[in-house]
């Protein structure tokens, strides 16, 4: 059998990539159309009851207010992750990046994804960082907690009583 040409593998590779990003922006555009009804009836809903109050409002001065994106970061999600991580860590330790493997094959399925893959290795660090400033977390091998070979370990002094789930 004759082997495959690299080229024709790699167009193979990104079409199927380009069929799964079109996959997911189908969910994501019914999703859209669920999420845009139900704030639609809420909408016109709350219309109704403002209509039915008997102090009239300016609705010219009203203006919409756009919230942020649900961040994957949102409080204590981090945090919580990493401390995880490190419960169950080898006595010598995890890696930065180690930490950060962990972390995305359990993230909350509640919570949407980190995206940039730099950016959530800088917030884990400075997370990483302020655990062990704190005295939660202990980093005793190479790295001050500003490069990926930094090893942590969970400060079980600390942690004893603490039941982790």
């Given at each position: 059998?004759?082997?495959?040409?690299?080229?024709?593998?790699?167009?193979?590779?990104?079409?199927?990539?380009?069929?799964?990003?079109?996959?997911?922006?189908?969910?994501?555009?019914?999703?859209?159309?669920?999420?845009?009804?139900?704030?639609?009836?809420?909408?016109?809903?709350?219309?109704?009851?403002?209509?039915?109050?008997?102090?009239?409002?300016?609705?010219?001065?009203?203006?919409?207010?756009?919230?942020?994106?649900?961040?994957?970061?949102?409080?204590?999600?981090?945090?919580?992750?990493?401390?995880?991580?490190?419960?169950?860590?080898?006595?010598?330790?995890?890696?930065?990046?180690?930490?950060?493997?962990?972390?995305?094959?359990?993230?909350?399925?509640?919570?949407?994804?980190?995206?940039?893959?730099?950016?959530?290795?800088?917030?884990?660090?400075?997370?990483?960082?302020?655990?062990?400033?704190?005295?939660?977390?202990?980093?005793?091998?190479?790295?001050?907690?500003?490069?990926?070979?930094?090893?942590?370990?969970?400060?079980?002094?600390?942690?004893?009583?603490?039941?982790l789930e």
């Amino acid at each position: 059998m004759a082997r495959a040409p690299t080229s024709l593998l790699l167009l193979i590779d990104r079409r199927n990539r380009l069929e799964g990003e079109l996959a997911r922006l189908k969910t994501l555009k019914r999703q859209s159309a669920e999420l845009y009804r139900h704030i639609s009836r809420a909408l016109d809903e709350i219309d109704d009851l403002l209509d039915q109050h008997p102090v009239e409002l300016d609705w010219s001065v009203l203006e919409p207010k756009i919230t942020q994106a649900k961040s994957p970061f949102e409080y204590g999600v981090l945090t919580a992750q990493v401390l995880r991580a490190l419960k169950d860590a080898p006595a010598t330790g995890m890696t930065s990046l180690e930490v950060a493997e962990v972390i995305d094959a359990s993230w909350p399925e509640s919570l949407p994804r980190p995206g940039d893959r730099k950016d959530f290795m800088l917030r884990l660090r400075k997370r990483l960082k302020r655990l062990r400033d704190d005295g939660a977390v202990l980093s005793p091998a190479v790295g001050n907690g500003h490069t990926t070979s930094s090893t942590w370990i969970l400060n079980k002094d600390r942690w004893s009583g603490l039941a982790l789930e």
